[in-house]
């Protein structure tokens, strides 16, 4: 098995419990690993071959834009994406980073890192 990654895609949304998150928003980044067999693909050069990053790029902020009290809700709905959309992926984890979290400290950023299996 082989991965695909995308590394610290960047959101601006609403996420959270304090109604100033709502109206506010934060800065958010997203990490994705999916598992999947490129052996294929990398033979035959289709991108019909493969699992494309664009789409998985497109679930994350598309997910990313509905609001959630909580990361964990926005990562399983990403996971659910995932493997609703692309069925060559037989595993993924996301990591959900908020940036600077409102948590009454000096935290660069709170994660949620969640991983599933088909």
Known sequence: MHQIL???VRVVTNHGCLREEELIGSEYR???S???DLTKSAQTD???DTVDYV???RIIVEEMAVRSKL???VAQRILDRIFSEEPMVQRA???VAKINPPIGGDVEKVIV???QDR
């Open 30 to 32: 997203v990490d994705l």
């Open 93 to 95: 984890q996301v990591k």
């Open 55 to 57: 789409s998985l790029n």
């Open 71 to 73: 990361l964990e809700q």
């Open 34 to 36: 999916v598992t999947t």
């Open 46 to 48: 289709e991108l019909s």
């Open 113 to 115: 890192l969640m991983a």
């Open 6 to 8: 995308l590394e610290n």
